[in-house]
């Protein structure tokens, strides 16, 4: 293998998260406009660029690989993607090929995914409500969703259900959202909204829910302990003590995680971003295609996007200003 990723702040970087389209076949209100324009195809990485770029990724060290999008499954042909990276699995270079995805498309793809030697993905679920679901989705159907967790289960797939906390909308629904993944055996992940992107003319100082104060909430029922585990995130994690259950909690506008950032983000056009909350980008779209048939020049350029990854984000909700705005949607970099 060549030299590992070490960033300037000694971080090593183990952890690639890819987003391989900006196209999605829901609207979620806290992520997209109702009316968002989208890249012309050829802007996109090819899936065979892809394979190129994670490839270079995973000799470079990374053993982790989370594919998000927009919806990384409804790009054509994901699964020939899949399939190509599931053979750093079989090397052992590779220790985990996962996705973040919306679940409309899982009773498809499922059985492939779990082919591939996918073992857990992230399914996002807000509501268990069909009303209040078609309205944060704009465009989605709970039915098909649920259907979608149901065949990731029977494939085999761990499920873990990120749930975004928003203020007025699931607040009612700690509970019984806890409770059902429960009964399923799944994992719950809450995450505080985060102010990416022009999204239309939701509030989302009126979004935002402090985890903190629901943590008061859970409380209130449940005993909890905080665990120790830590994914080089911003995720925490407590068990409750009458369930076992494991309920994490990502709060990047209350917490500062960064010191053990272990993450790049890569979005659909080949830009690397080296922080989910600064502007900071390189290109790696332009050596990938200026050179097809050395990866040398790809090296150089991730090692000098690396060389650049910021300490830290500055997202602060504090002074109920949008401090730290983002101009690009979540979309964009997949979260
Ligand atoms: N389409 C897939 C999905 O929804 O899981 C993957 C991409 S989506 C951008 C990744 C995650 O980001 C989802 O869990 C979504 O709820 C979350 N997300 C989107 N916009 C957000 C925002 N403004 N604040 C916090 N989380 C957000
Ligand atoms: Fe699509 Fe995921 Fe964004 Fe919702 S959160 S619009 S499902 S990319």
Redesign the pocket.
């Known amino acids: 293998m060549s030299q590992p990723l070490i960033d300037p702040f000694e971080r090593a970087i183990s952890y690639l998260r890819v ?1 391989v389209t900006d196209r ?1 076949d ?1 609207r ?1 209100v ?2 997209m406009s109702e009316n968002m324009t989208f890249l012309p195809k050829k802007e996109l990485l090819t899936l065979e660029e892809l394979d190129r770029l994670c490839s270079t990724f995973v000799r470079l060290g990374v053993q982790k690989l989370r594919i ?5 499954l409804v790009r054509r042909g994901i699964m020939t993607y899949f399939d190509a990276m599931s053979r750093h699995l079989e090397s052992g270079a590779l220790k985990e090929l996962t996705l ?4 409309s498309q899982l009773e498809k793809y499922a059985d492939d995914l779990a082919a591939c030697g996918v073992k857990r993905i ?3 679920l ?1 509501t268990l409500d069909e009303a209040k679901f078609a309205e944060i989705t704009r465009w989605g159907r709970l039915p098909q969703v649920i259907k979608g967790i149901d065949a990731a289960q029977k494939a085999g797939l761990r499920v873990k259900i ?3 906390a928003l203020k007025g909308f699931n607040e009612d629904e700690l509970f019984p959202l806890i409770d059902w993944c429960a009964s399923r055996d799944m994992d719950l992940t809450f ?7 022009d ?1 239309g003319n939701e509030n ?1 100082l009126g979004q935002y829910w402090s985890l903190k104060d629901m943590r008061k909430t859970i409380g209130e029922r449940f005993t909890m302990t905080d665990l120790a585990e830590r994914t080089g995130g911003p995720a925490r994690y407590i068990r409750l003590e009458e369930t076992g259950q494991k309920i994490g909690f990502i709060t990047p506008l209350t917490h500062n995680f960064c010191e053990s950032c272990n993450r790049v983000r890569i979005t659909c056009t080949g830009e690397i971003y080296t922080c989910l909350g600064q502007e900071g980008k390189s290109d790696l779209r332009a050596p990938l295609r200026a050179y097809p048939d050395t990866d040398f020049p790809l090296e150089e350029a991730i090692r000098a996007a690396i060389a650049l990854k910021p300490k830290g984000h500055d997202f602060d909700y504090s002074r109920q200003e949008l401090g730290g705005q983002m101009t690009r ?3 964009h970099t ?2």
């Open positions: 987003s999605c829901f979620c806290y992520c998000t999008g927009g919806e990384p973040t995805t919306n679940g992230n399914i996002s807000d990120n749930t975004v995450i505080e909204v985060m102010p990416m992107g999204i989302r949607h979540m979309s997949g979260g």
